[in-house]
């Protein structure tokens, strides 16, 4: 991965990237910011490059820090002695770790130049803690930067919000999370299902390196391919690979995703929606679907695959028998044509 820089800042969060860079050109920076958004939209990417671009002995014309001197170096690997980085363990941010915060900056071992707190969770912060920076953000004179992260802005204390300056992180385009995925040589077909699945960048990564992720995707187009050969059924594909997608919640939920997105397809495929294609690369497969099946037909199949979804994930029911059921009415649509009249799986 190429390092972190404001011009790659811009293509994910461009109204953020353009305010702290502004105001850091004109050395009018404020010394508490608040990064406000949805986890994997790059607040941690950007509170380090912050903290990278104050204290970079070689920044370019852009600002964008050099990457490899001692001070950014120390700063990736989150050993610089000006650089905190603290996150809640367990359910709240302790008192404790913002005193020993404190204690380590007040150390003679301190370089000069800024200091960079940088509070991950910090809706998890309490009371106590909460007071205890507020004392710090109250400290005159001293070049100290404080760079709340959080999910809630709402659940921060108003008087901490009331000195910050606040930075909504947008969720990230899935365009760009398909583009970047492409990037480090996930295939299309893969990049396609994790970038509709998620809006978190580096779930999106985690999810790609993970082998299961793309053996369920591979179950769900072995299972359309099915209904095209004589030979393969695709409830017994599926038996064969049931503890896959049963294995947890996240799986199944993922895996129907999937099958729901190749639908969906066939129908944006019939229709000529070129734009709303969610696998690109497949469009051969999703076409000849589409020629054997009426529109009635294939928005009923969706209809019953997310209605299995949210009875996935809301209530206690037999998946292993649902996805028997939606499997035989799936295969009733594609191969015979026929509305799955049995009703809701
Ligand atoms: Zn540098």
């Not at 017994?236 to 729901?260: P, R």
Request: glycine share 4%; proline share 3%.
């Amino acid at each position: 991965m190429t390092a972190f820089t404001w011009d790659r800042l811009e293509e994910y969060q461009p109204v953020v990237a353009k305010m702290l860079l502004n105001s850091l050109k004109q050395g009018l920076t404020a010394h508490a910011y608040i990064l406000e958004g949805a986890k994997g939209t790059k607040r941690v990417d950007t509170a380090i490059l912050f903290a990278k671009t104050l204290l970079c002995k070689n920044l370019d014309d852009n600002f964008n820090p050099c990457g490899v001197c001692h001070n950014c170096t120390r700063i990736d690997h989150l050993s610089h002695p000006n650089v905190f980085y603290v996150s809640a363990t367990g359910e709240q941010i302790r008192k404790k770790q913002i005193k020993e915060l404190l204690t380590e900056f007040s150390r003679a071992s301190v370089e000069e130049g800024p200091r960079i707190y940088i509070i991950d969770e910090a809706e998890k912060l309490n009371q106590e803690s909460s007071n205890t920076l507020l004392k710090t953000m109250e400290e005159p004179g001293a070049e100290i930067y404080q760079v709340l992260l959080t999910t809630q802005p709402t659940a921060l204390m108003k008087t901490i919000i009331s000195r910050a300056q606040i930075l909504h992180f947008k969720p990230i385009d899935r365009k760009k999370i398909k583009q970047d995925l492409l990037l480090i040589g996930v295939s299309p077909r893969l990049a396609s299902a994790i970038s509709e699945s998620t809006f978190n960048t580096d779930m999106a990564i985690k999810m790609s390196q993970d082998d299961k992720t793309e053996q369920l995707v591979d179950l769900a187009f072995t299972i359309f391919q099915s209904f095209f050969k004589r030979d393969s059924s695709p409830i017994l594909l599926f038996k064969d690979a049931k503890d896959l997608v049963l294995e947890s919640g996240d799986a199944a939920d993922f895996f129907l995703g999937v099958m729901i997105f190749i639908m969906k397809d066939v129908l944006n495929q019939k229709f000529r929606h070129r734009d709303l294609i969610v696998f690109d690369s497949e469009t051969g497969m999703t076409e000849k679907i589409g020629e054997k099946i009426p529109q009635k037909i294939i928005e009923e199949q969706i209809g019953l695959m997310l209605e299995l979804k949210a009875k996935l994930k809301y209530n206690n029911i037999n998946s292993n028998l649902a996805f028997d059921k939606m499997l035989a009415c799936l295969e009733r649509g594609i191969v015979n044509g026929l509305s799955c009249s049995t009703g809701s799986i």
